[in-house]
């Protein structure tokens, strides 16, 4: 199976910070990689897919890049809604293995 | 828009089998542009895929619960299904059934999810 590993475990920020969050995975997954949001109470949310591809509705103040094994989630000028756990994904091959997830809380 | 729900009961006895149905409005379960997943998450823990339904009928299911997990589809009820046999309290979760992309691996919508507990 490939492992995804998330870091920060948990970050603290402000309201109008920029805020990073790192995914690494166990092996090369070229850019099969998907970004869900879940605030506190609700079901996770498609941010982003395929690496960098913002799904319909999202904000662009959230952006995502990578290739292979490493991947950024960035969120750019954090707002209010925005404080929630964050998970990754990997999507290149049964089973699909998720991210332990980073919780982004108000400083 | 597609809406999904799952359904099911919220307490189940360890080494029986937990059965939840998905019901989704907005959109068929037969159309072909549709594919299921489940996914369950334990208390303070991560995501776990359980196993993807495609719209051809093909099933994939997590390695670490093959054994155990069976999906089926009713389109006369607009549901599908998820059933887990031989149960112990590890499998205390949420279970999220969700619409998947086959030609991206990635779930939207989720429906709420359905907290199951298994204990005596």
């Known amino acids: 199976d490939i492992q995804m590993t998330q870091s920060p475990s948990s970050v603290s920020a402000s309201v109008g910070d920029r805020v990073t969050i790192t995914c690494r995975a166990s092996q090369d997954i070229d850019n099969w990689l998907v970004w869900y949001q879940q605030e506190p109470g609700k079901v996770p949310k498609l941010l982003i897919f395929?690496?960098?591809t913002l799904q319909s509705g999202v904000p662009s103040r959230f952006s995502g890049s990578g290739s292979g094994t490493d991947f950024t989630l960035t969120i750019s000028g954090l707002q209010p809604e925005d404080f929630a756990t964050y998970y990754c994904q990997q999507a290149n091959r049964f089973p699909l293995t998720f991210g332990g997830g980073t919780r982004v809380e108000i400083k | 828009q597609l809406q999904l729900q799952e359904s099911g009961p919220g307490l189940v006895r360890p080494s029986e089998t937990l059965s939840l149905t998905c019901t989704a409005s907005g959109g068929s379960i037969s159309s072909s542009s549709y594919s299921w997943g489940w996914i369950r998450q334990p208390p303070g823990k991560e995501l776990e895929w359980i196993g993807s339904l495609f719209n051809s009928g093909s099933t994939y299911y997590n390695p670490s619960l093959k054994s155990r997990v069976t999906f089926s589809v009713d389109t006369s009820k607009n549901q599908f299904s998820l059933n887990l046999s031989s149960v112990t309290a590890a499998d205390t979760a949420v279970y999220f059934c969700?619409?998947?992309?086959?030609?991206?691996?990635?779930?939207?919508?989720w429906g709420q999810g359905t907290l199951v507990t298994v204990s005596s």
């Open positions: 395929g690496a960098s």
């Open positions: 969700a619409h998947y992309s086959r030609s991206s691996n990635w779930f939207d919508p």
